[in-house]
């Protein structure tokens, strides 16, 4: 199957695509966009991909929906367009950056500008419903973005992947610690984060593994 993404991970993603459970996840995808309103905007599905590309990937944070209200999906996860309200998990990740690092935070959500340095903003599920959470769960994206992660693990050295809450931890068995960084906390939701979040210093951590394996920091 031709998808329309960045050619690197064009390139090692191929075998997914070729694989039966894509073309039905596909035909699916295809359905509920011609017949519902599903976000984010089909041109910016692949958007965490186009804007990190494949060679440049140099941290993972994983996120488990998009954001099912409208103008919020863009295709990042916990990212917002700008002029968007900024989302209570996003504000306590923004709080964390601060306190970690000392960074002013934005006026705004959009997380291009990580994107843009090599961090790969991965939801499991890349579609959703308006209004409707989860509703494109067990479809076939987990199988794809799980095949994304042990691809990333298995073909990159020095990667640092940011496992925040108990969904995304469970990945951590796609991923060898001995090539790469893992870290886990606590979700950043006003439900969990003071349980964790607040404090774990992800940021920091990971600009400091960064440059001692030879690769530029981020500039969060």
């Known amino acids: 199957m031709d998808v329309k993404i960045e050619a690197g991970w064009k390139q090692v993603l191929q075998p997914e695509f070729d694989k039966s459970y894509f073309e039905s996840l596909t035909h699916f995808?295809?359905?509920?966009y011609q017949t519902?309103?599903?976000y984010p905007p089909a041109a910016q599905i692949f958007n965490a991909f186009d804007l990190c590309?494949?060679?440049?990937?140099k941290v993972v944070i994983l996120g488990q929906d998009p954001y099912h209200g409208p103008n919020q999906a863009h295709g990042l996860c916990f990212?917002?367009?700008?002029?968007?309200?900024?989302?209570?998990?996003?504000?306590?990740?923004?709080?964390e950056l601060h306190n970690d690092v000392g960074i002013d935070i934005p006026r705004h959500g959009n997380l291009e500008h990580w994107a843009k340095q090599g961090v790969l903003l991965l939801n499991a599920t890349l579609t959703v419903e308006a209004h409707q959470?989860?509703?494109?769960?067990?479809?076939?994206?987990e199988q794809f973005t799980d095949a994304v992660i042990k691809t990333v693990a298995d073909d990159l050295n020095n990667v640092v992947f940011l496992l925040w809450?108990?969904?995304?931890?469970?990945k951590a068995?796609?991923?060898?610690?001995?090539r790469h960084l893992i870290l886990k906390s606590v979700h950043p939701s006003p439900l969990s984060a003071h349980r964790g979040f607040?404090?774990?210093k992800h940021f920091s951590q990971t600009n400091e593994y960064l440059v001692a394996n030879g690769k530029t920091a981020i500039s969060w």
Do not use: C, R
């Open 79 to 95: 990212s917002v367009n700008e002029g968007i309200k900024m989302p209570p998990s996003l504000v306590n990740i923004y709080k």
């Open 133 to 141: 959470a989860g509703s494109h769960q067990k479809k076939g994206w």
């Open 36 to 38: 519902k309103t599903v």
């Open 165 to 170: 809450g108990a969904y995304a931890q469970k």
């Open 53 to 57: 590309p494949f060679e440049q990937t």
């Open 29 to 32: 995808v295809k359905n509920e």
């Open 173 to 178: 068995q796609l991923i060898d610690p001995q």
């Open 198 to 200: 607040f404090g774990n």
